[in-house]
C-alpha cells in the first residue's frame, strides 16, 4: 500500500511515497513553494521516478504553509504534527527538534511517546532563519552554501549585537569596511542564527537528543554554533528537507489502517 | 543664563541653547550619530551661531543613545524624560507622544502634569522606524523625501501583509513586478509603520493630544496613516526633531536652579 506526504512550504516543495508505512520508495523536492506549480511538479516527479500512477497511492496527506491549496490531499496536517512524526520515525528517542527553514525557524518539544509536548515558532520576522542567511550571504559576494566551510576557517570569535536582519546587515557592512576578515563575519553571523533559534528552543525545552531538520541543517556552521549555544551533540537525519513531507506520508499510513479498521 | 541640551542618537545628533529656560537661542543638527564627531560638531555650530563661548553655557544636558560619550556633558538624562519635557513645552496639554527615529520608535503617555505616566518602545526591530522607510524607498527607487508626495496620490487602499522589513521588501518587489502603481505601494507601506507604531502607542496609552515627533514626523503621509489608524488628529510640533535636545536644554535650567536654591 503506497502513501505519499507532500510538503509545501514557502520556498520549496517536498514529496515522499512511502510503502507499507516503512519503506520510502521516493522523494522529490523543488525550490518553488507555495502558490505556484510546486505540488504539481513534486508530485509528477514521485511518481515518474517511481513508476506509479496516481491511482497506485491510496492516501496523500498535504502539510506546510501551502497545505490547503493541494487538491489531490485526502488530508491536511500541520508542519508541527509531520515534523514530529518524519523526525521520531528517523531518530527513535527525539526529544527536542530544530527546524530552521527558508522564512521561518520553529521547535518541538517531543515526548517519550513521540508525540509533540510543546512547541515555539517564528514564522514573521527574518532573524534566525534562512533568509537572514541568504541576505548575509548577499553583503558578502558569497553563497549561503559556503558559509559552512567559511566559518569553518574563523580564528576570532566576536558577536553581531543587533538580531534584526537589517541592523546586522549594516554592522556586517561596518565589519567588512574595518577590515574583519569574513570567515570570523561568517562565524558571528552562525552564532546569531544559533543564539536566536536556541532562545526559541528553549521556550519549548530542550533535551537530548537534539536533532535539527530544514535547509539550514545543511550549513555545519549553524548546526556547530547550535551544539556550542546548546552544549549539546545535535544529530542531523539524512535529507533534513524532507521531514515534514515524511511525517506526512507515516499520518497518511496510519489514517489508511484506521478508515479500514473502520469499515 | 544659557544652557545647553544635546541628543545624540543613532543617526543624527542635535543641539539646543535656551535662554533663561524660555528662549530658544539656537538650534543645530547634524546627520551623523553616536560614535562619531557629531557633538562636536553641534557643539561648534550652536555656539557659532549665537555668538558665545563654551564658558557661558551654564549647564549642558546630554540625552539619547550616545549619551554617555559627551564629556562636556553636566548631567546625562534619558530621552524618554528629555522627550517628555520638550514635547510638553512645545504643546501643553499632550497626553500621548509618537515618536519614530531613524532606527528607533517610542511612544509616551504624559499626565496632565506634563509628566510621564508610561512608555512602550522599540530598539531593537527595523519595522515601524526610519529605516524601514528608507530600506522601502530603496526598493522603489525613490528617496524618503518623496514618499509623503507619493503616497497622497495613491488610489487604492491595499495592504502589505508581513510586518517585517525583510519580508515586506520581497512582497514590495512582486507588487512591483505585478504591477502595482508606486504611490498605492508607499501608501501601504505607511500603513504598516502606521500599524506598528500605533500597537507601541496603545500599549503605553492614547488619548488626544496626541503628538509627532522624530525625523519620521516629516513625512506626511506616515502622519496621515497615524492619524487614520488612531482616528485622532496628530499635532508635529516645529522642528519636530529637536524636541529631545530642547528637554535636555529646559532640564538643564531646571537643574541649574536647583544647584543654586540648594547653594
Ligand atoms: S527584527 Fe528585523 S528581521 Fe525581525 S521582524 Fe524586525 S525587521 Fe524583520
Redesign the interface.
Known amino acids: 500500500m503506497y502513501t505519499l506526504g507532500i510538503d509545501i512550504g514557502s520556498t520549496a516543495t517536498k514529496g515522499v511515497i512511502l510503502r507499507d508505512g516503512n519503506e520510502i520508495i521516493t522523494m522529490a523536492k523543488v525550490n518553488v513553494g507555495a502558490g505556484t506549480s510546486g505540488s504539481q511538479r513534486v508530485l509528477d516527479g514521485v511518481l515518474s521516478q517511481s513508476g506509479l500512477g496516481v491511482s497506485d497511492i491510496k492516501y496523500i496527506v498535504a502539510t506546510g504553509y501551502g497545505r490547503n491549496r493541494f487538491e489531490l490531499a485526502y488530508q491536511q496536517i500541520s508542519e508541527l504534527s509531520c515534523h514530529t512524526k518524519g523526525v521520531s520515525y528517523l531518530v527513535p528517542g527525539v526529544s527536542t527538534i530544530i527546524d530552521i527553514g527558508g522564512?521561518d525557524a520553529k521547535t518541538i518539544k517531543v515526548n517519550n511517546k513521540g508525540k509533540m509536548e510543546s512547541f515555539a515558532m517564528n514564522e514573521?520576522?527574518?532573524a534566525g532563519t534562512g533568509?537572514?542567511l541568504d541576505?548575509m550571504a548577499g553583503v558578502l559576494e558569497t553563497t549561503v552554501d559556503q558559509l559552512g566551510a567559511l566559518s569553518a576557517q574563523a580564528n576570532l570569535d566576536m558577536d553581531i549585537s543587533?538580531?534584526?536582519?537589517?541592523?546586522a546587515e549594516s554592522e556586517v557592512i561596518s565589519l567588512l569596511s574595518n577590515g574583519v576578515g569574513i570567515p570570523n563575519i561568517v562565524l558571528a553571523i552562525h552564532k546569531s542564527v544559533a543564539k536566536r533559534v536556541c532562545g526559541l528552543a528553549r521556550r519549548a525545552g530542550v533535551s537530548p537528543l537534539v536533532v535539527m531538520t530544514g535547509g539550514v541543517a545543511q550549513n555545519s556552521g549553524v548546526v556547530r554554533a547550535i551544539e556550542k549555544e546548546l552544549d549539546l551533540p545535535v544529530t542531523i537525519p539524512s535529507n533534513p528537507q524532507m521531514t515534514g513531507a515524511l511525517g506526512a506520508a507515516l499520518l497518511a499510513y496510519e489514517a489508511l489502517l484506521e478508515n479500514k479498521s473502520t469499515v
Request: a positive charge; aromatic letters at 16%; glycine letters at 0%.
Open positions: 522564512q514573521k520576522c527574518a533568509r537572514f541576505v543587533s538580531t534584526c536582519t537589517v541592523f
